[in-house]
């Protein structure tokens, strides 16, 4: 199973190339991308991300190889039969601002994401459309907690169903219907 840097240094990895996004907000646009349904084996994962996080400019080869740790790690959360997969997010340690505008981020990313691949919102099932409405609003959220238990708690419940919603997504949307078999969606 792959494993994600620290969160900091991912930061450092993106500001040292010249990328000024949190950590948060690419491994959200790649969950994104991967839970509407990109073909998990595509290298066009990279295209999408360069376009909107560096100009449609390449990255460089340390950004390469950071993305594709990333898009690694997301496909193996997503596929587990554990339901593994966590938001990538500044660690507890930190205060709960800082969590919750990643947890923002995180949201933005994946909305970003996911809106890059799917164009008919009509198709989707109910469940999938609330959790896009959700995901939305989520994006509006107040970010001002005071580090009091209750905040916490309220964090952590909201980190919980995003990352239940997202799973949701990727099961209904990400799964591609038989391996064997390769299905392109006309638009």
Known sequence: MSELKDYTQAQLVLEKNDIYVAPAEVHGAI????ACGLNIEAKEYLGLLS?????????SEELKQFFAEMYKHVIEHFNESEFQFDLFLPSEDESLLDQANALVGWVSGFLLGFGLKQKDYGKLSADVKEVISDFTEITKLD????????????LHEIIEYIRVSALLCFAEMGKEPDAG???KTLH
């Open 51 to 59: 376009d909107v996080f560096n100009e449609g400019q390449n990255f």
């Open 143 to 154: 970010t001002h907690f005071d580090d009091s238990e209750e905040d916490q708690q309220a």
């Open 181 to 183: 078999t390769t299905s």
């Open 31 to 34: 969950s994104g991308l991967l």
